[in-house]
């Protein structure tokens, strides 16, 4: 049996009879508020009260879904940026190659002098004769990177064991030097 046209007839006429006791007072007067107008009201909502048990009776369960609040968050590789940005130092054409290379460069000598400058308190002309002079570190691939010609220089006999190895010597001088600006840094930790 479909009750919905009957049940938002009687919701019509409820409202419709609201209204018009609102704003015509004296109607009120029409309806008994007496004994039986209370029960009927209470039979009422008990048959309603009935009627919406029966109907969740034959229906299944449904809970709410909540979302997991402890899912894996993945973060990047601390370092996978430099890796890409020197993996690409050598695509492209001979210019943006060239352009590449010298960002990585200065990219470099930025981090080092910050580091420098802070972990050292000097002033950054006195960061750049310590990076110049490559006496901020021990390895002596890092300090000729960035270095000027008073930094250290490796040997031909090293150069062609390096050579015959995997990465270009921009990429391997640069990936070292990255390490010991880290180390540099870490150290004063």
């Not at 029409?30 to 309603?48: D, H, K, R, W």
């Not at 430099?82 to 590449?100: A, I, K, M, N, Y």
Request: net charge neutral.
């Amino acid at each position: 049996m479909n009750d919905r046209p009957l049940l938002t007839t009687v919701g019509i006429l409820a409202v419709g009879w609201g209204l018009a006791v609102v704003f015509a007072p004296e109607l009120a007067a029409v309806v008994s508020t007496g004994e039986i107008f209370v029960n009927l009201v209470g039979i009422l909502a008990l048959v309603q009260g009935l009627r919406v048990v029966q109907s969740r009776r034959r229906r299944d369960v449904e809970g709410a879904v909540t979302g997991d609040p402890e899912t894996n968050v993945t973060h990047p590789t601390p370092g996978r940026e430099f890796d890409e940005r020197l993996r690409t130092v050598h695509s492209g054409s001979r210019s943006q190659r060239f352009q590449s290379r010298k960002r990585l460069r200065e990219h470099l000598e930025r981090s080092l002098l910050e580091a420098i400058v802070q972990r050292e308190g000097c002033s950054e002309d006195d960061a750049k004769a310590r990076m110049e002079t490559g006496d901020w570190t021990d390895d002596p691939y890092a300090a000729a990177f960035l270095g000027g010609p008073s930094a250290p220089r490796r040997s031909w006999r090293e150069w062609l064991r390096r050579s015959l190895g995997g990465e270009t010597t921009f990429q391997r001088r640069a990936r070292r030097t990255a390490d010991a600006v880290t180390d540099y840094v870490e150290d004063d930790r």
